[in-house]
T-cell receptor
Framework: AQSVTQPDIHITVSEGASLELRCNYS??????LFWYVQSPGQGLQLLLK??????LVQGIKGFEAEFKRSQSSFNLRKPSVHWSDAAEYFC??????????????FGQGTILTVHP | NAGVTQTPKFRVLKTGQSMTLLCAQD?????MYWYRQDPGMGLRLIHY???????AKGEVPDGYNVSRLKKQNFLLGLESAAPSQTSVYFC??????????????FGPGTRLTVL
């Protein structure tokens, strides 16, 4: 079974600083990979996804993520953080083979705090 | 379009009481999901449905039942609530895709406390 690890429970950055949120997955083949964001009191919103092809994927709100097969990682990055980026971020994986019915396995989440 | 809506937004139960959470989507999605979110554990899949009249167990199904009588609605039931079921519950839906994934759209969540 696949699993996802987000090593950082809480990250604090200053507004305007760069950001990298880590995600490591465990799966026998190349999975489908996702990053979701959850603002306080809200549901989750998809930031970006990786299925195949170019390993650097662009998402909404200026986020990007890079798939590194050798490291089993899919880290999320943003060059300059805005105060409105404060939220909880979830990495998720889904199996690439067979009939998955869209089921996802989520990481534990990383809470991002942005200081002015 | 309202997207995915959940009713109620908040609920407090006593141990042993029952309740039903309602999820509705107006996007004509085939797939629907119920998750629970607990601090430090991310989201865990409780049950899911791939179409009207069909349901299946997810990662943490014990203590919950579901029904999908209409395509747009997915109900989550707690027959005898326990304090361990205190959590935030999210419903999600997506289009079907054979051998792939479509984006899941999430509702705003229901915060349930069991005393």
């Amino acid at each position: 079974a696949q699993s996802v690890t987000q090593p950082d429970i809480h990250i604090t950055v200053s507004e305007g600083a760069s950001l990298e949120l880590r995600c490591n997955y465990s799966y026998g083949a190349t999975p489908y990979l996702f990053w979701y964001v959850q603002s306080p009191g809200q549901g989750l919103q998809l930031l970006l996804k990786y299925f195949s092809g170019d390993t650097l994927v662009q998402g909404i709100k200026g986020f990007e993520a890079e798939f590194k097969r050798s490291q089993s990682s899919f880290n999320l990055r943003k060059p300059s953080v805005h105060w409105s980026d404060a939220a909880e971020y979830f990495c998720a994986v889904g199996p690439s083979g067979g009939t998955s019915y869209g089921k996802l396995t989520f990481g534990q989440g990383t809470i991002l705090t942005v200081h002015p | 379009n309202a997207g995915v809506t959940q009713t109620p937004k908040f609920r407090v139960l006593k141990t042993g009481q029952s309740m039903t959470l309602l999820c509705a989507q107006d996007m004509n999605h085939e797939y629907m999901y119920w998750y629970r979110q607990d601090p430090g554990m991310g989201l865990r899949l409780i049950h899911y449905s791939v179409g009207e009249g069909t349901t299946a167990k997810g990662e943490v199904p014990d203590g919950y039942n579901v029904s999908r009588l209409k395509k747009q609605n997915f109900l989550l039931g707690l027959e005898s609530a326990a304090p361990s079921q205190t959590s935030v519950y999210f419903c999600a839906s997506s289009f079907s895709m054979v051998g792939g994934y479509n984006e899941q759209f999430f509702g705003p969540g229901t915060r349930l406390t069991v005393l």
